[in-house]
C-alpha cells in the first residue's frame, strides 16, 4: 500500500490539472488513512467482541465441569486449553481483518492439531504395549 502511494506522488507530477503536487498526495494519503482506518476500527471491534464471548464460553465451560463433578486438575487443564484455542483463532481472525493473508497460519494451526494428535496415538501405543511388558520385571 505504501508503495501505492509513492506511485500516486511520481504520477502526481504529470498531473495537469491545476492541483499541485503536494494536494494530490495529501488527498491520497487521506484516502489510504480512511480505507486502513476502517479495517484497524474493524479489527479492534472484532477482538473486543471474541474477548468477551470467549470468557462467556470459559464461565459455561466451568459451569459446566463443575456440575459433572470433574477433577480441579482437569477442569484448568480443558480451561487453559479452551482459552488458547479461542485466543489463537481470535488473533487469526483479527491479523486477517487487517488484511493480511491468514492461509499460512491456519495451515499451521491445523498440522500442529494434527501432530498432537499423532503423538497422543503414538503415547497410547507405547502405554499398552511397551509398558505391559515390563511390569513386575527388573530394568538392570
Not at 476502517?38 to 468477551?52: K, P, Q
Given at each position: ?98 488484511g493480511v493473508e ?39
Amino acid at each position: 500500500m505504501l508503495s501505492s502511494l509513492f506511485m500516486a506522488a511520481f504520477a502526481a507530477q504529470v498531473a495537469d490539472d491545476g492541483f499541485s503536487k503536494l494536494q494530490i498526495f495529501l488527498q491520497q494519503l487521506i484516502d489510504w488513512g480512511v480505507s486502513a482506518g476502517g479495517r484497524i476500527i474493524g479489527a479492534v471491534i472484532i477482538f473486543v467482541v471474541g474477548r468477551f464471548l470467549i470468557s462467556f464460553l470459559r464461565k459455561m465451560l466451568a459451569r459446566l465441569l463443575a456440575k459433572r463433578h470433574v477433577d480441579a486438575s482437569i477442569q484448568s487443564f480443558v480451561k487453559s486449553l479452551v482459552n488458547i484455542l479461542l485466543t489463537i483463532l481470535l488473533i487469526i481472525a483479527v491479523i486477517g481483518k487487517l488484511g493480511v493473508e491468514t492461509t499460512s497460519f491456519a495451515a499451521l494451526l491445523a498440522s500442529a492439531g494434527v501432530a498432537i494428535g499423532k503423538l497422543a496415538e503414538f503415547c497410547g501405543w507405547i502405554d499398552c504395549t511397551v509398558v505391559p511388558s515390563f511390569q513386575g520385571r527388573r530394568l538392570d
